[in-house]
């Protein structure tokens, strides 16, 4: 083993990292992976030192605004929330940060700055990883001409869609898109002279592959970044503050916070954290309530999937005949279902969540209601196990971007997603006995 690590430390790809803290050998990176770093540095360090990019007028601005809090019911929107659209759209600047917590208006706050800039004449785009959260961005936004960042680019790439100097992109949840994406969408983006917004929290969720920059432009550009730190999500003063302080990296007050409230449940092993977590849920569901599980490995989602289920066929919740599908998955009327692809003609889009209507056993058919009631059929390759699963319980990463946040979440083992719900999160843990001590997240791993 050792020579086949010297063998890949001598390729030149592999590049020695030096002052890294916290470390307690060598690290090494890739020397592609350093390239695209320093592409997205120097790319989005041209864009905000711009000064002649897509903008709006302060009159504009209020317009905007005073138009979006019309739909707030009564509502207004924040200081920090003003100040941001205000600087967005007024600056000038090519390329904009915006590091928001979860819960404090992103979304009101973008679609203010839609608003202003869609009066003024620009074209507007949002783009998100996530299918859901793209379309979320349509939505809620007003970003009409949403769609995930894949194909984004893919349309850039090809000429498909072609950007100019009177266009504005929004990339959400930056800090779950990786380095290789980003740093195509910039360089499309400046090569246009559009404008550049990216949004997201680089204390949240991380991107899958190798991803990062976003935290490091936000230290790099202080002056450009528009915080929205104001969680106003949860019902719970006292939890939003303990979020505050999770997102801050103060876990063990968090746990105790937790623990204090009965509110995390330590049980003897995985397969009993997963039943408890289940049956708390199926009490939720019960009760009227409208009630979510998530987990941060594949396989604890795989069990509460298949746990859910079970309950849901033996308290008739499940109807008609049931028909396979490829993969090894069975749907019956009822089962709740969540998107794994895009459907056949954009029909559906990535980690949407549904309900099976009806079944068709000689066509081996499924028909899928969508949250916004529209009937989607899907049979064949398109209900495959690797384009459709169970839905009773998903990754956090696959929670990104939901549009109705549950009353109430139960999650096994993750800490990163705890801001899932509006009113209680209960944590179920099976990795041990119980907690070692009060406020100690040894036994809690992300």
């Known amino acids: ?164 100097d009177h266009s504005m992109v929004v990339c959400d949840e930056v800090g779950m898109t990786d380095d290789i994406a980003l740093a195509r969408l910039a360089a499309h983006v400046e090569a246009a002279r559009a404008k550049l917004v990216l949004v997201g929290d680089h204390r949240q969720l991380a991107a899958v592959g190798p991803g990062g920059a976003f935290q490091a432009l936000v230290n790099r550009h202080p002056d450009a970044v528009h915080r929205l730190l104001d969680n106003r999500r949860q019902h719970d003063l006292e939890e939003r503050q303990i979020l505050g302080q999770l997102r801050d990296g103060d876990v063990g007050r968090a746990v105790a916070w937790y623990e204090e409230k009965g509110r995390v449940h330590p049980v003897a092993d995985r397969d009993a954290a997963v039943q408890a977590a289940v049956d708390a849920w ?44 490829l993969g090894g998955l069975a749907y019956r009327a009822g089962d709740q279902v969540v998107t794994l692809a895009p459907g056949p003609n954009g029909s559906l889009v990535t980690s949407e969540r549904d309900v099976i209507e009806a079944v068709d056993p000689t066509a081996g058919a499924l028909v899928v209601r969508t949250q916004n009631g529209r009937a989607v059929t899907l049979a064949g390759e398109e209900a495959s196990a690797d384009r459709l699963s169970y839905g009773y319980a998903t990754t956090v990463h696959r929670s990104q971007g939901r549009s109705a946040r549950p009353d109430l979440s139960r999650t096994i083992s993750a800490f990163r997603g705890l801001d899932r719900s509006w009113a209680a999160l209960h944590l179920y843990n099976g990795e041990a006995k119980g907690p070692k001590s009060k406020g100690s997240s040894k036994n809690f791993p992300a």
């Open 282 to 325: 199926a009490a939720d569901i019960k009760s009227g309530q409208q009630a979510s599980m998530y987990a941060w490995r594949r396989a604890n989602v795989a069990a509460l999937n298949q746990s859910a289920r079970s309950w849901m066929e033996q308290t008739g919740r499940l109807h008609g005949p049931e028909v396979g599908c």
């Open 1 to 164: 083993m050792e020579a086949l690590a010297d063998r890949v430390l001598a390729d030149p790809e592999a590049v020695p990292l030096i002052g890294v803290p916290g470390a307690r050998e060598r690290p090494y990176t890739l020397a592609s992976v350093v390239a695209r770093e320093v592409a997205i540095a120097d790319c989005l360090a041209r864009q905000i030192g711009r000064g002649d990019a897509p903008a709006v007028d302060s009159a504009g601005v209020q317009r905007a605004v005073a138009a979006v809090e019309v739909g707030l019911d009564g509502g207004r929107l924040s200081g920090e929330q003003r100040r941001a659209v205000e600087a967005i759209c007024t600056s000038g600047r090519g390329g904009e940060l915006v590091v928001g917590v979860a819960g404090a208006g992103k979304t009101t706050m973008l679609r203010a700055v839609a608003a202003a800039f869609g009066d003024a004449g620009y074209r507007m785009l949002g783009t998100d990883t996530s299918g859901q959260a793209a379309r979320n961005l349509g939505t809620e936004a007003d970003i009409d001409e949403s769609r995930t960042l894949a194909s984004l680019i893919w349309r850039l790439d090809r000429g498909r869609l072609v950007l100019d």
